[in-house]
C-alpha cells in the first residue's frame, strides 16, 4: 500500500439486522463486521443477538433469522464487546445512521474512548453515481451482478457493501474524466481527511488486494456495472425501409393496422385488433378536422401506439407538430424506450426522418448559473462546515456534471433526485427548490452555462421535433421560447385534473417563508441587485443601494418577528381539532377576514402583515424587473447577477400572488378553495386549489389547441352511459363548443372477455375495516382458499397497520409451504411472484395499479375495500360545484371516481387475452347502500359483472372458477 496521507487507518464495515426500525423500543438480532488495518483484514466478526421477545414473522422472512435460531444465541450484552473493539475506528455502514441509532449509546459507555466515526456509503455513492433515484443497498448490489438480492444479514451486507464500495471505486477510475473530476471537488472542498476520498485515492493495486481478503475478484463485475449504471443510447445503425405509404389518410392508417401479414412479420404474434384501428382513425379525425375528442381504449387495445401512428402521419404530412402527455414518468420512459422505437420499426422509418422528443418542462431542470451563484453567496463559510453541511453543494456539483457529460435521455431532472436525501438533510431539499430553472429568470444564449445546460439542449431538440413527449405538468408551464403545439394527445386523461389541481394551485409553507427570510437576511438576491445598480447606473448609486440594503435587513427582521410567533399559532388551532393527527396533514378553511375569534384573528393578521411587507420590497424592486433585460448583461457576472435577481423576485411574486388569493385581498375569475393545512414535522401551508379544473383546462389548453384528444383505459364504463360526464367536466369537454368537439365520446369495446373470463364478487359481510379483530377474520377465510388454488394470489390492503398484520397473518400460515412475496421486501419482488407460479403477493391499495402479471402466476385478487376518493377540501367543494352546475355530482363524479379507481385495480387480473381469474372485494360500509346506488356502482363497473354475495359463497364460487381453468 502506498505511504501517504491517503493511508486508512483502522477502518471496518458493519451491518446489524434489528426487530424493527425504532431504536428506542426494538432489538439487535443480528450483527456482523469486517475489521481493517490499511488494506489488511485483521478480523471477520458475526453473532445472531437473542433478543428480550420474539420477533415478527416480517422480519423473520427479511433476514432469514427465525426465533429458535435466537433462542441459543447470546444477549447483546454478551456481543456488545466485539463491537466496541472498533472504538476508534471509521466505520462504514450503509445509511449509518440507523446503526447509530442503535449503537451509539454503547460507545459511549466506555471509560477511555478514541472516538468512532461513521462513514454513510449512501452519500458516497450518491456523488458517485448521481443519477441514481433508489440509493438502497439492494440496487447496487443487483445492478453490479454481485448476488441476486440483499440477504439482510449483518456479516453478508457488510461484504456486499464493501464490495459495491470496491466496484463503485474501480468504476470510477476506469473513466478518468470522471475520476479526475471527483478528486478536483473532494480538493475543493477541502475534503481531504474524508475517509471515502482517501479510498478513491487509492492505487488499483490497493483496492485489489482489499478485495483479495476477501476473496473477490471485482474486475468480472466492472463492466455488468458500467452497463447497468450508463446504459448506452445504441446508436441506431439499423437500415429502414418505408413499409407503408406515409400519407395522412383513413385508408393509410386502415393498411397499417390491418395488414397482419405484413406486421406480423415485423412483431412476432401480431394480432389485427379493430379497436387499435378504430382508435388511431378517431385521432387522425380529430387532428384532420380541428376538433376535441373522448376515446376510452381498454386494456389490451394497443393504445399508445395507437395514437403514434396517426399522430406521426399527420406530423410528417403536414408538417404540424404534435405533443403526447402522459401521466407519469414512468409512462414516458416506456413511450421512449419502448413505443417509439416499435414506432419506427413499424412505419421503417429512421429516427432521423421522424423525430420523436422527450421534453421535460422548465421547473424539473436545474440552473447551474444559480448553483453559481449560491456557492459564492456560501464560499465564505465552506471551510468551517463538516462534510454533511457541503454534501449539497458537492452533490449537485456532480449533478451538473454528469448532465453536461450524458445524453439528454439520461439527464438528471428534480424527479430523479434521491427521495432519501431530501428526507435526511434539509439543506439538499432546499437546494433543489432553490436551484429549479425559472424560465422568467433565463438568460438563454447570454448565459455562460448555455451549451451544456439541459433546460436549453431540451428545447432546442424540442423544436426540431415532429412529436414531442412530455408530462401532463408540461401542457401547463410551456416555454415561451416556442409555441405548444396545436395538436396534442392526452394519455392517462383519467388522471389530468389531478394534475391540473397541482399545476393551478398556489401555495404559501412555512419553508417557503422560512427560506425567504433567510435570503432577505443574506442580501441574497437584493445583494445581486446592488450589484447590477452599481454596474448599470451611472453616478453615484450608495445611496440607492444603502436604502435596499435597510429595506431588506428590516423586512428580514419584521418578517422573522411574524415566523416567531406563527407556527405555534397554527399548532394550537388545529390541535383543538377533534380528529387531529400528529402523523398526516390536518386541513381547516382558510381564516377570512371576518374572523371573530382571537387566535384565528391574530393569525389571520400576521398574514396580512406579511403579504403588506412583500408587496412593499416588491413595490421597491420591480422597477429594476422591467428595466433591464438579460440582453443588457455583458459578461458573466452581470448575467449570473441579473438571473439571480430575476430569480429572486419570481419567488417573491408567486408568495405575494399566493397570499393575496388566500386572503382575498384580490379576486378571482375562477371559484379556489382556500385552507390550511398543518402537520408535526413539516409546519403549516396555505393552500388555494382550483375548483373548476374544466373550465381552466377549457380556457388553457382546449381552447388554445386545434385538436386535443383525452383517451385513457378508464373515462367510464364499458359503454360510457355511466361514469363519463364527470370526466368531460373535469377536462374542459364539456365547455367545449358543439361544432369543436364530437358530441359524445368513442367508448372501444373491451378487447378482452370479461364474461366469460373474469368473476368479481362483493361482499359485505365481514367485520369494520377498524374492528380489531377485521384481518383475522379474513385471513381465517382466505387462508384454506389459498391452500386450494396453489397461492397465485394478490393480496392488497388499503391501511398499513392492515397491511401489516396480513403480512405476519400470511407469513405464519404459509411460509414453507407457499411462497409469500411482500411488497418492499426486494426491488424484484413482482418478478420473483411472476416466477415462482404459486406465490402469494401482499401489497398496500396503491400497489395494485402498478403491476404487470400476466399468465397462471396470478389467478385471484383480493381487495380490502371499495377504493375512497379523497375528502380535502378541494375536492368536498368541488362535489358542491358539480351538483350545484352540472348533474349529479354522487353518481357523475364522487363514484364515478371510485369506480374508476376500482377499474385499475381489477385491470392487473387480465393483461393477455388467455388470462383468467376472480375478485372478491370486500366492504361492510355497502351495507348501508340503497339498491339505486349499488345498482349505480354495477351499472358503472362495466364490462366487469358484479357478483353481490356473502364472503364464504364467493370464495366457493371463486375456487369452483379457478379450477375450471386448469
Known sequence: MSEDNNTLGKWALLDIETSGADASVDEIIDVGFLQFEGTKLIHKYESLCRPEFEISKFIQKLTGIDNKMLKKAPMLDDVIGEVLELDGHDILAHNADFEAGFLDHHFETLDFREGHRWQDSLYFLSLLFPHMSSLKLENFIVGMGLADKELHRGLQDSIDLLKVVIVATLMTKKDAGKYNFMMSLMHKYSLDKYWFFKFLSLYEEDVLEIANQIDFDPIPHIETALEWAYPKTLEDKQEYHQNFDMTFNGANVKEIFSNEEKVSKLFNGYRYRKSQEDLALKVGQSFKNHIHSMVQAPTGTGKTLGYLVPSALFALSEQKQVLVATG???????????????????????????????????????????????????????????????????????????????????????????????????????????????????????????????????????????????????????????????????????????????????????????????????????????????????????????????LSIDSATMLRDHLFELPDKFEMIFKKMPRYTDKFWNELPMIMPTEKEGLRLSVFHHLESIYHLLKSIYEKVYPYTVRWQASDMQGPPEITAWTRFESFVGTLEDIMNALALLLKIETSTQPYSLSMKYHEQQGFLLTAGPINTGKILHDQLLQTSSSVVYTSATLGNEHGDQGSRGMEWSTGYLYSEPERRFRSGLFLPSVYDYKNKTRVFLCDDTPSLYDKDFVKTVCDRLVPFIEDIGGRTLLLFSARARFEKAVEYMLDKFEGKLPVFVQGMGANVVEEFKDSGNGILIGMESFGEGIDVPGDALRFVFIDKIPDLSMDQVIRLRRDYYDTNIGNEFEDYYLAHRTRNLHQKLGRLLRTENDAGAVVVIDSRIKKWKNSTMAKLTKQMEPYQINRTNFKQALEASKEFVQTLE
Request: glycine share 4%; proline share 3%.
Open 328 to 550: 407519469t414518468k414512468t409512462l414516458q420512459a416506456q413511450a421512449m424506450n419502448k413505443d417509439v422505437p416499435a414506432l419506427h420499426k413499424l412505419l421503417g422509418v429512421s429516427p432521423k426522418d421522424l423525430k420523436i422528443r422527450q421534453l421535460v418542462g422548465s421547473s424539473n431542470h436545474f440552473c447551474e448559473l444559480l448553483f453559481t451563484q449560491r456557492q459564492n453567496e456560501t464560499d465564505l463559510f465552506t471551510d468551517t462546515k463538516d462534510f454533511k453541511e457541503k454534501f449539497s453543494d458537492i452533490y449537485f456539483e456532480s449533478l451538473f456534471f454528469h448532465n453536461s457529460n450524458s445524453a439528454l435521455e439520461h439527464m438528471i431532472s428534480r424527479n430523479d433526485l434521491p427521495f432519501v436525501l431530501k428526507m435526511k438533510l434539509e439543506d439538499f431539499s432546499q437546494a433543489e427548490k432553490d436551484l429549479a430553472v425559472d424560465y422568467r429568470a433565463c438568460s438563454n444564449k447570454q448565459c455562460p452555462y448555455y451549451a451544456n445546460c439541459t433546460y436549453i439542449r431540451g428545447l432546442r431538440d424540442a423544436k426540431e421535433a415532429d412529436i414531442i413527449v412530455g408530462n401532463h405538468a408540461l401542457m401547463f408551464s410551456w416555454t415561451k421560447s416556442f409555441p405548444r403545439p396545436p395538436y396534442v394527445v392526452v394519455d392517462e386523461a383519467h388522471k389530468i385534473e389531478g394534475e391540473a389541481t397541482k399545476a393551478f394551485s398556489a401555495e404559501v409553507g412555512q419553508s417557503d417563508l422560512e427560506s425567504l427570510q433567510k435570503q432577505l437576511q443574506n442580501l441574497q438576491g437584493l445583494g445581486s441587485l446592488f450589484y447590477l445598480i452599481g454596474n448599470l447606473i451611472e453616478g453615484n448609486q450608495e445611496e440607492e443601494i444603502s436604502a435596499l440594503r435597510m
